[in-house]
C-alpha cells in the first residue's frame, strides 16, 4: 500500500486478555520499528526488525510483549495478560534504509479497562 | 544512552507570525540525524525536516527551518508565516546508525496557533 496501515484503529479491552496489534508496512521497507506512546508523552521504542527478524528488542517492557514479522513484511505485536498500565497508543513504522526517515502509520489506541 | 529534551511543553503563536520550537539533546557519537516530526490529532506522526549532523548547513523545508547549533547539541525548529493547520503536537527526534537505529524522542511540544 501506498502508507503503513495499522489495525485496529482502536481497541478496548478487558484486564488479563490477550490482543494482537497489526501492522502492514509500506512495500519493499525492510525495516520496521513499533513504538509505544503513552498519553501526553513521546513515542518509546519497543522493537525493531530487519527483515523478518527481530533486530533489537531492547524496548519491550517484559515478556508478555512479543512481536514477529513471519514473512519480512506484516508484523503482529502480542500482548498477554493486558494490564490497566498497557493502555496506549501503539505506533509502527517502517523505512528503506536507517538514512531515511520513517513512515509512521497511525496508531493504535488500546484501552486496557 | 541518548536523550532528547524539549523544554516547552506548549507554545502559542500568532496565525502569520515565526515561533520556534527547542530542542536539545545529549550523544557521545559523532554520526548521527536529527528530525522534527508533527503529529496532529490522528496521531499518524509526520516528518517535518531532518538534519545530517555532519552537514554545517541548516536544512530548509518552505516555511519550516531548523538552527542547528552541534557544539551546543541544540536542534531548534522555526515555522514561518504560521498557519491553522500547523496546530499540532511536535516532536523532536535523534537517531544514529551505531544506536540500532530507533528514533529517541522528546517530550513533545503542543503548537497552537490563533486566529
Known amino acids: 500500500g501506498a502508507g503503513v496501515s495499522q489495525t485496529p484503529s482502536n481497541k478496548v479491552t478487558e484486564k488479563g486478555k490477550y490482543v494482537e496489534l497489526r501492522c502492514d508496512p509500506i512495500?519493499?521497507?525492510?525495516?520496521l520499528y513499533w513504538y509505544r506512546q503513552s498519553l501526553g508523552q513521546g513515542p518509546e521504542f519497543l522493537i525493531y526488525?530487519?527483515?523478518?527478524?527481530?533486530?533489537?528488542d531492547s524496548g519491550l517492557p517484559n515478556d508478555r510483549f512479543f512481536a514477529v514479522r513471519p514473512e519480512g513484511s506484516v508484523s503482529t505485536l502480542k500482548i498477554q495478560r493486558t494490564e490497566r498500565g498497557d493502555s496506549a497508543v501503539y505506533l509502527c513504522?517502517?523505512?528503506?534504509?536507517?538514512?531515511?526517515?520513517?513512515?509512521f502509520g497511525s496508531g493504535t489506541r488500546l484501552t486496557v479497562v | 544512552a541518548q536523550t532528547v529534551t524539549q523544554s516547552q511543553p506548549e507554545m502559542s503563536v500568532q496565525e502569520a507570525e515565526t515561533v520556534t520550537l527547542s530542542c536539545t539533546y545529549d550523544?557521545?557519537?559523532?554520526?548521527?540525524?536529527l528530525f522534527w516530526y508533527k503529529q496532529p490529532p490522528s496521531r499518524q506522526m509526520i516528518l517535518v525536516i531532518r538534519?545530517?549532523?555532519?552537514?554545517?548547513q541548516n536544512a530548509t523545508e518552505n516555511r519550516f527551518s531548523v538552527n542547528f547549533q552541534k557544539a551546543a547539541k541544540s536542534f531548534s525548529l522555526k515555522i514561518s508565516d504560521s498557519q491553522l493547520g500547523d496546530a499540532a503536537m511536535y516532536f523532536c527526534?535523534?537517531?544514529?546508525?551505531?544506536?540500532?537505529?530507533?528514533?529517541?524522542f522528546g517530550g513533545g511540544t503542543r503548537l497552537m496557533v490563533k486566529p
Open positions: 513504522a517502517s523505512s528503506l534504509t536507517y538514512r531515511d526517515g520513517y513512515t
Open positions: 512495500s519493499g521497507h525492510t525495516a
Open positions: 526488525f530487519q527483515g523478518t527478524g527481530a533486530a533489537d
Open positions: 550523544t557521545s557519537e559523532s554520526d548521527y540525524y
Open positions: 538534519q545530517e549532523a555532519y552537514k554545517q
Open positions: 527526534a535523534y537517531r544514529s546508525p551505531f544506536s540500532g537505529n530507533m528514533l529517541t
